[in-house]
């Protein structure tokens, strides 16, 4: 099996693969794994998803545990808080772990190697034709490599889509968000923060978020200015949010255009697509990472399971190991089988075809309604009601955190 990108998503799907049996060769571009922060949050499921590949000890011991989320007003403060414990009864891990992903990368590498799989760098997807049963991909070094299946996981920019030619249409949001990493004391500097927050304010809404080295702010900022002067701004910016009578220290701050895009389907021939490949969103309530490594592990169980839209013969982990291990992927503990009812069986097309089916009724909407909530304040009384009612909470985060997307 091959696999295009090295980032959580490819890896995932890596590993996944491994774990069956299935010798698999991860091609990456870059000349190593990527070192950026990106998305920092991990949801419910996903845990699941990473306890079920055996990496999630390891995860843990590098992030931090968020039992709560809070909205805020940039203005008046908490206006209403978010309790995962309401999930309890729905999965293992009632909580998010906030972790960036440059700290999981190397995790999943390390266990696919482990397991007999390979990881090259250096080796951009140039092209990707059909070959027999199989397929082959030669990249911009004039490496070529055959199997028979090929998972793309290559981000937004994906070479393998664009080798397939399959649209990737939405549409680009009218700001680009800028994002801040800081070494700042921000609960000494904004009492009764969580560590997730969404700051409504009718002027500039704003998103801040605790990772374990940093704090991490998103501030939209408008189209058609340069770079360098909206970063020049940024140290103001920073000190209207909370001002400690000086600049804020800032680790390191990016800007970046935002998208919303799903591919026109996620499987072509004997080629899948998976993560940033298939689908972009902005990063409003952290469901890009999450939905990418869901579409891996999914994937790639169905995959490792044989369960093929020819209906092929398994191609590894035989005597139910694998079924055993798409439960657990497909949702695991509490949820599982549940989870499994909506993928277990299905060929690896229709696991393809239901996955689409979520980045546009699920991951899209949740995000396009978290940035359209940001942009419109004024609900402060429905979300106090939200929190205080528990049975509404639960219907709410079910939704929120992609449980929900994972069952029939």
Known sequence: ?????????????????????????????????????????????????????????????????ARTFQYRDRRGGPIATLDLAVLAGDTPYPFRVQCEQSKLTPILREHVERLGGEVLFRQEVARVD????????????????????????????????????????????????????????????????????????????LVLLRTPDHWRVLLPTPDGSADERELARLPGRLRAVADPGRDWDVAHASLYRVHQRVAARFMDGRVLLAGDAAHVN??????????????????????????????RPAIGAPDGAVSDALVDAAGGGAGGDAALGAVAGLGVGAVAGRRREVALGHVQAISHGNWARMRSPGRHDELRALAADPAAARAYLLRACLISSLRP
């Open 1 to 65: 099996m091959l696999v295009a990108g090295a980032g959580p998503v490819g890896l995932a799907a890596a590993l996944t693969l491994a774990r069956g049996g299935v010798p698999v060769t991860v091609l990456e571009a870059g000349d190593g794994l990527a070192a950026e922060s990106r998305a920092s949050t991990f949801h419910p499921p996903t845990l699941e998803m990473l306890a079920s590949l055996g990496v999630l000890d390891e995860l843990m011991a590098r992030g931090l545990v």
């Open 130 to 205: 059909a070959e027999g049963d199989g397929v082959r991909v030669t990249t911009g070094r004039g490496g070529s490599f055959a199997g028979d299946w090929l998972i793309g996981a290559d981000g937004a920019h994906s070479a393998v889509r664009r080798s397939l030619g399959i649209p990737f249409e939405g549409l680009t949001y009218p700001e680009r968000f800028l994002v801040a990493s800081v070494r700042e004391d921000l609960e000494a500097m904004l009492p009764g923060l969580a560590p997730i927050n969404y700051v409504f304010d009718p002027d500039e809404w």
């Open 282 to 311: 902005n990063p409003l309530g952290g469901l890009g990472m999450n939905s990418g490594i869901h579409d891996a592990v999914l994937m790639a169980s169905s995959l490792v399971n044989g369960a093929a839209t020819d209906n």
